[in-house]
T-cell receptor, first 114, second 109 residues
Framework: NAGVMQNPRHLVRRRGQEARLRCSPM?????VYWYRQLPEEGLKFMVY????????ESGMPKERFSAEFPKEGPSILRIQQVVRGDSAAYFC????????????FGPGTRLLVL | QKEVEQNSGPLSVPEGAIASLNCTYS??????FFWYRQYSGKSPELIMF????GDKEDGRFTAQLNKASQYVSLLIRDSQPSDSATYLC?????????FGTGTSLTVIP
């Protein structure tokens, strides 16, 4: 029973490039959450998605960031024209239903912007 | 004002002692509360959740919720060196989880 999968685990980008982070939820889970964790800081909610729908993106920066969760395939967090301040760990979590106790985290993608 | 606040620590306890971790939240509409453990460089792992006033026990862990005081705590009995990690408190309010910045715990052998 595979857990939440994220890839890549580490990603290095130069300023101005695009970063694409992928998340495959646990089998049977249709709800996906993306979080960002900066060094010495807590997890910050970014976006909550269900298949083909963005439910809540109030934590997403207004520019350069977007997320999708298509009918087929993984959820993708896309960061365009990355800047050094985007360097962080990005975690995906999935649950079979909204919230509650069954939110499981993936291993994270560590993004480094040079 | 932050939604969820934790004492960042570090908190050190000797092996076998009780570790007490505390958390306060600002939104009375918060429905549920969670404790996660995060080892350095790893992802958060769920330890417990609680949504009713009072205590909830699971093995060596006890979560306590006091909605009147907007206070959540986690007690770890018989602390082990393997419990050394950062403990994150989180609340669920509407669609969103709000996480505290975490408390670093070190259990000294």
């Amino acid at each position: 029973n595979a857990g939440v999968m994220q890839n890549p685990r580490h990603l290095v980008r130069r300023r101005g490039q695009e970063a694409r982070l992928r998340c495959s939820p646990m089998k049977g889970h249709s709800h996906v959450y993306w979080y960002r964790q900066l060094p010495e800081e807590g997890l910050k909610f970014m976006v909550y998605l269900q298949k083909e729908n963005i439910i809540d993106e109030s934590g997403m920066p207004k520019e350069r960031f977007s997320a999708e969760f298509p009918k087929e395939g993984p959820s993708i967090l896309r960061i365009q024209q990355v800047v050094r301040g985007d360097s962080a760990a990005y975690f995906c979590a999935s649950s079979p239903q909204q919230g509650l106790e069954t939110q499981y985290f993936g291993p994270g993608t560590r993004l480094l912007v040079l | 004002q932050k939604e969820v606040e934790q004492n960042s620590g570090p908190l050190s306890v000797p092996e076998g002692a009780i570790a007490s971790l505390n958390c306060t939240y600002s939104d009375r509409g918060s429905q549920s509360f969670f404790w996660y453990r995060q080892y350095s460089g790893k992802s958060p792992e769920l330890i417990m959740f609680i949504y009713s006033n009072g205590d909830k026990e699971d093995g060596r862990f006890t979560a306590q919720l006091n909605k009147a005081s907007q206070y959540v705590s986690l007690l770890i009995r018989d602390s082990q060196p393997s419990d050394s990690a950062t403990y994150l408190c989180a609340s669920l309010t509407g669609n969103q989880f709000y996480f505290g910045t975490g408390t670093s715990l070190t259990v000294i052998p």
